[in-house]
């Protein structure tokens, strides 16, 4: 017994030995690992949040890419200090790889049928991201790439709250494509390109497929270290102020950012900057390849943007805002943390840019206050969608247009399939039933939301909300405890109905 003793207090301190030379912890694996996650069909019954008593830990990303405009390759490698936030022993983690999803053979077609032909105007391309190696703590270890999903078996299984780090040796090819990565005559654009790690919660692994419809991405918040080597006569455009160095006859520009879900830029050897600074000291600036006179009007309209959702939620926080036009298969733009991308038809053709207005909301709800985008889209998508009408319309212009939308969704909904706010994006079969669904009926219910609590109580709940899960993540139950705690009302009820009931409210 007293050998048996000496040697498990021996094996103990090699242990964390371990744990202080790299951050892994040599532990028994565990025999339930997590599973897989699949989306979810159904909301969960509202219950008081947990995770606003959690203290953040943040995973960080080191970059390096070597690109390539004349054959649209890419070359790099990506560290990943990975902190275990799952409450579980690991002894594999999950990466998600979103371009693979663009390879000839991929089980899930990640564009429509009705879109083909916007996101390959001059036909089908196909793109790829390989993973020739990969090290944890310096040792190379087994790894499977299947499609999206890059499953790394840790040397040493990680405790919760210890943290290690992957490093990926990775090639890439870029589609010509319109789409958020893609490239085109004018440059090449990279945003939901980067493999970032799956979220592990209470469910297990979000490795959800990349669905032709939505925003199908769910990270935590990250810091990210990026450094781009591209030919010299191309700029790179990304969140925060770059640092530009030349070096053989190769442009090197570095990113430092904090607290972001994932990290997206553009390069184009074509683009001129515009800028504006708001009011409250960010820097604004518009990356345009197209000559169009309407720069300024772009520009002062994300100011005024910028300042309203800061005023109404929270600071924006980080000091610069980039907008890069890039060729997109919807015409208006798509978000990502700091940079926006915006399409050249919706620059050169829009009437008013309003959908500028909705994607600089999207910086607070999902890149900001996180959620699972799959698996409950109106957290983002209705929130940004209501908020963004009491930018553009007065009380009453507000009123009148919620009635004229609401008498259009109760026409609708009874044939729209499916039509309840806990639908996953799986569940759609075209972008206009996600969106009558997503954006619309969850429009309608914060509207409702905003009428039932009162002006002012709905404000303080939207700075509340924002208090409490900013660079974390927020599931329905957090959202609606947040409003039942600021408003004293029970609320339970009125989002049981919203959310999960297919006939529609009352207003």
């Not at 070359?75 to 983690?93: A, C, H, Q, Y």
């Not at 310096?138 to 405790?159: I, M, Q, Y």
């Not at 806990?422 to 669904?437: A, M, R």
């Not at 600021?486 to 919203?498: I, K, Q």
């Amino acid at each position: 017994m007293r050998i048996k003793i000496l040697y498990t207090i021996k094996l103990i301190f090699l242990c964390w030995l371990c744990v202080f030379a790299c951050g892994c912890a040599a532990v028994t694996p565990d025999p339930s690992p997590m599973p897989i996650k699949t989306p979810a069909a159904t909301v969960e019954p509202l219950l008081s949040p947990t995770s606003a008593t959690i203290p953040p830990q943040y995973n960080e990303y080191t970059v390096k890419l070597d690109i390539h405009p004349s054959d649209n390759t890419v070359t790099g490698t990506e560290k990943i200090k990975i902190v275990n936030t799952s409450g579980r022993v690991l002894d594999k983690v999950y990466i998600n790889v979103p371009l693979n999803a663009f390879s000839e053979n991929a089980s899930v077609r990640p564009v429509l049928d009705e879109h083909i032909d916007t996101v390959f105007p001059d036909g089908i391309n196909y793109g790829y991201m390989e993973i020739n190696s990969v090290y944890v703590c310096g040792e190379e270890v087994e790894f499977k790439l299947d499609e999206t999903v890059l499953s790394v078996n840790l040397p040493a299984a990680l405790p919760p709250d210890e943290w290690t780090e992957l490093r990926i040796e990775l090639d890439a090819k870029i589609p010509v494509m319109n789409h958020r990565t893609g490239s085109g005559e004018n440059g090449m654009w990279f945003g939901s390109f980067l493999p970032i790690l799956a979220v592990c919660d209470e469910n297990g692994w979000h490795t959800d497929p990349y669905y032709p419809i939505g925003d199908p991405f769910y990270a935590r918040a990250a810091n990210f270290n990026v450094s781009i080597t591209t030919p010299p006569e191309f700029t790179v455009v990304g969140p925060g102020v770059p640092l530009i160095t030349d070096q053989d006859d190769k442009k090197i520009t570095e990113f430092s950012t904090k607290l972001s879900r994932d990290f997206a830029f553009a390069i184009s050897n074509s683009y001129t900057k515009s800028s504006i600074t708001t009011p409250s000291n960010v820097e604004i600036s518009l990356y345009t390849f197209s000559d169009t006179a309407r720069k300024p009007e772009l520009l002062e309209l994300a100011s005024r943007s910028l300042e309203y959702f800061s005023n109404r939620i929270g600071a924006y926080p980080y000091s610069t805002l980039v907008i890069a036009e890039t060729r997109l298969f919807s015409k208006g733009g798509i978000e990502y943390s700091g940079v926006i991308f915006i399409d050249s038809d919706y620059l050169l053709a829009s009437e008013s840019f309003s959908s500028i207005t909705h994607e600089i909301g999207h910086q607070w709800f999902y890149n900001i206050i996180g959620n699972n985008q799959i698996d409950f889209a109106w957290m983002g998508e209705g929130l940004c969608s209501f908020l963004q009408e009491g930018f553009l319309l007065n009380d009453v212009e507000l009123d009148n247009k919620m009635a004229e939308e609401y008498a259009y969704l109760q026409s609708i909904i009874p044939e729209t399939i499916p039509n309840t706010l806990n639908s996953s994006l799986g569940d759609f079969e075209s972008w206009q039933d996600y969106y009558n669904i997503h954006y619309l009926r969850g429009k309608m219910m914060f509207y409702s939301l905003y009428k039932h609590m009162g002006k002012e109580s709905f404000d303080s709940f939207l700075i509340e909300y924002n208090r409490r899960f900013s660079f974390r993540i927020a599931s329905p139950k957090d959202l609606a405890q947040t409003a039942e705690d600021v408003s004293g009302m029970e609320l339970g009820t009125f989002f049981e109905a919203w959310i999960n009931e297919p006939e529609l409210p009352h207003l």
